[in-house]
């Protein structure tokens, strides 16, 4: 057996095919490239039982990743977090069955750690030395932090109003930081020019074709987690949309393979916030591509992304799945989030508060059905964001007493 069954880029676009062993960036065409396997063979040289004995991490599924010599791998763990159960949410939003796919737990705080690890893998593979990318915050800090881990150099770009932590991580990885004041979109033009005049190797979402291949795990996780089963809603923070992307693509592969029911694939949702909505707008004009979001703003700073590459492509999967999308305001994400924290235990980010609410607000309008069993992706710690936290607590001279409560 290959380590890995990859076989070509393809263009979703205008199907013009690239090979693996080169650098590539866009098609031609200016689409982003997909990643294709050998899925004929692998169905019949691969099942699930071969995954039993292997790590619980993500390259478990190494024969559907990109890396062709795992010499090159790049890890720190990341991969196969829980899929944890919410039996008191549930209740509170009358859902027969809510999990979490909870990224929180996963290296440098955020889900952006498993397209790091696959395309900083792939990319050492491929011969690269020093990776550039404009990012939100913690794009940056996983690629700064992977790219480190492979002795790889990155030059980083990022808005000054990013979390601060993710800043940090990205600044004691050796990384070359800059903030810029303004958006990820300024970010990328300065990145951009710098790609030209210095060849440096750009990594800006779906500008290279491995980050989606990492990201897609999460769909591969959540069917393997459930007993080679689909959930019938999965909700998603969208952003670049490379998730959901990713999980749709990871989903596909597996029917392909014979490993999941071809005739069920869930209803996907993509969430984003009234400050920044896009897909959201496109969808619900029946359009097949969104336009620029002037003067985006949200506290769920990773979704901030006022015109993504690969609009097309979340559109296609929400449109192909019967999904949706919906945006919530970021005063009542902050609310839920809260919920979550108190029902739960759980400490959800921003952005995946966002997809909480989004399920409960479907299901207020019974787009999720009593008796669906539905799966939000929380994409990080909600320890990287202290300060969307603000509550009055009382401060105590030492001997005072606590006073009893009524
Ligand atoms: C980047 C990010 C997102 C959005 O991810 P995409 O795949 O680009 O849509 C969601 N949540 C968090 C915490 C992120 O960092
Ligand atoms: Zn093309």
Request: aromatic letters at 6%; charged letters at 25%.
């Amino acid at each position: 057996m290959n380590y890995s069954y990859v076989s070509h880029l393809i263009c979703p676009k205008c199907s013009t095919t690239c090979n693996i062993t080169e650098p590539q960036h866009l098609c031609t065409c200016g689409s982003p490239l997909l990643v294709e396997y050998d899925l004929e063979t692998l169905a019949e040289e691969w099942s699930p039982a071969d995954l039993r004995d292997r790590p619980a991490d993500l390259w478990r599924y190494h024969e559907l990743l990109p890396l062709q010599d795992p010499a090159y791998k790049t890890s720190l763990g990341e991969g196969m977090s829980p899929l944890v159960p919410l039996p008191n949410l549930q209740e509170d939003m009358d859902i027969r069955q809510l999990h979490m796919k909870d990224e929180g737990i996963i290296p440098t705080g955020s889900f952006k750690a498993r397209g790091a690890a696959v395309g900083v893998s792939k990319a050492k593979e491929l011969g690269v030395k020093e990776l550039a990318m404009p990012t939100n915050g913690n794009a940056g800090a996983a690629w700064s932090l992977y790219a480190a881990r492979a002795s790889l150099e990155s030059t980083i770009v990022m808005p000054v109003d990013a979390p601060k932590i993710t800043r940090n991580e990205c600044a004691l990885s050796g990384a070359n930081l800059y903030l810029v004041d303004g958006l990820i979109s300024d970010a990328g033009r300065i990145v951009g020019k710098a790609v030209e005049e210095h060849g440096l190797y750009d990594v800006s979402t779906l500008k290279e074709p491995y980050r989606i291949e990492g990201k897609k795990t999460m769909g591969l996780e959540i069917a393997e987690q459930l007993g080679w089963e689909v959930p019938d809603v999965i909700l998603y923070p969208t952003g670049g949309g490379v998730g959901l992307i990713g999980i749709y693509k990871a989903l596909k592969e597996l029917q392909h393979l014979g490993w999941i029911k071809s005739d069920k694939m869930p209803r996907l949702v993509a969430v984003q916030s009234e400050g920044c909505a896009p897909i959201v707008e496109a969808w619900n004009q029946g359009l097949r591509s969104s336009s620029f979001w002037e003067n985006s703003e949200t506290i769920a700073f990773g979704i901030n992304v006022p015109k993504a590459l690969g609009d097309f492509l979340v559109l296609d999967a929400l449109y192909e799945t019967e999904g949706c999308a919906i945006a919530v305001d970021d005063a009542s994400l902050l609310d839920e989030q809260k919920r979550i924290a108190q029902k739960e235990g759980a400490f959800v980010c921003p952005e995946g508060a966002a997809a909480f609410l989004a399920a409960r607000k479907l299901r207020e309008t019974n787009w999720i059905n009593a008796d669906d069993h539905v799966v939000v992706l929380n994409t990080g710690a909600g320890i990287k964001y202290p300060d969307t936290v603000n509550i009055e607590i009382p401060i105590l001279n030492p001997g005072e007493e606590l006073q009893s409560k009524g």
